[in-house]
């Protein structure tokens, strides 16, 4: 289970825990209105191990500095959700016991953390970047915070959004998942990509990840792997009411993708976007 897509880029978590009527209002993207989030992590987390106990999750770090989404948070997050409660690396606040407090006993699964969400995307993020550059070294600083917390933690960098064709932000599209490469192969395990088929062609889509693919087995950086951390139908007319990601269509495109990436070893990870 994953948290989550372009509202993580907004979301201060620690406004959404502990007692509900203690919870600040907040804004989750530019156009909601501010409220308490009733819904937070501890919330999500209990209502997928209902589900399945044995359940894993995918969290997005905030990179968005305006919202609370610092180096020091990320690492304060990772504290948070995977502490035992005994020891404090950070110092400061013991945010594991917190947890436990809150309801939560036992550290949570995480499968991997995201660095950012669509963070190319400066239309939808005021604080997003213009360049791989900016956002590679963005990447350096949530990293070394994140490790100082768990050396182990499993992390995943972005490929550009929605690639258009040949440019993004003034630069080839294919320089984002290539700096990520080749300057944060030694800390990161994942690339990410999110492909949105039909609303253009499946086939479109799956050329730009053959082409993610390719430049990692181009480069001597084999454990990188693909996590597809959003994927799913798009609408071919977007003043359509529905996506029909349920409907008998959305199911069958989705199934065609699918065994499409079960070729692919490259491609270990995929949550679909409802």
């Known amino acids: 289970m994953r948290m989550a897509g372009t ?9 959404a825990i502990g007692p509900y009527e203690q919870r600040e209002s907040q804004k989750v993207t530019q ?3 501010s409220n308490p989030i009733g819904s937070g992590p501890v919330e999500m987390i209990k209502y997928a191990l209902e589900i399945d106990p044995t359940a894993e999750f995918s969290f997005v770090f905030n990179m968005q500095p305006a919202s609370g989404g610092t180096p020091e948070d990320a690492a304060d997050l990772v504290e948070f959700l995977t502490g035992d409660g005994t020891s404090n690396p950070n110092g400061g606040i013991n945010w594991a016991k917190k947890r436990m407090e809150y309801g939560l006993p036992d550290p949570v699964k995480v499968k ?9 995307d400066t239309h939808m993020l005021p604080e997003g970047f213009h360049t791989p550059e900016e956002y590679v070294a963005a990447c350096r600083r949530f990293i070394k915070a994140v490790r100082a917390v768990d050396p182990k ?4 960098a972005h490929a550009a ?7 993004k932000n003034g630069n080839p599209w294919k320089t984002w998942h290539q700096a990520a490469i080749n300057e944060l192969a030694p800390w990161v395990d994942y690339i990410i990509f999110h492909p949105y088929y039909t609303g253009s062609s499946r086939k479109r889509w799956i ?8 430049d990692i087995e181009a480069s001597p950086h084999q454990h990188l792997k693909i996590f597809l951390s959003e994927h799913s139908v798009w609408p071919q007319d977007l003043k ?3 996506w029909q990601t349920h409907s008998l269509y959305g ?5 065609f993708f699918l065994s499409e990436m079960a070729k692919r070893p490259r491609v270990e990870l995929i949550s679909y976007h409802i």
């Open 251 to 255: 199911c069958i495109e989705t199934g």
């Open 112 to 120: 991997v953390w995201e660095l950012g969400n669509e963070i190319d």
């Open 207 to 214: 050329g730009f990840i053959d082409q993610i693919i390719k």
């Open 153 to 156: 933690a499993v992390l995943a």
């Open 31 to 33: 156009w909601a209105k």
């Open 240 to 242: 359509a009411k529905s």
């Open 161 to 167: 959004t929605n690639p258009p064709g040949k440019i």
């Open 7 to 15: 509202e993580s880029q907004f979301f201060n978590w620690k406004l």
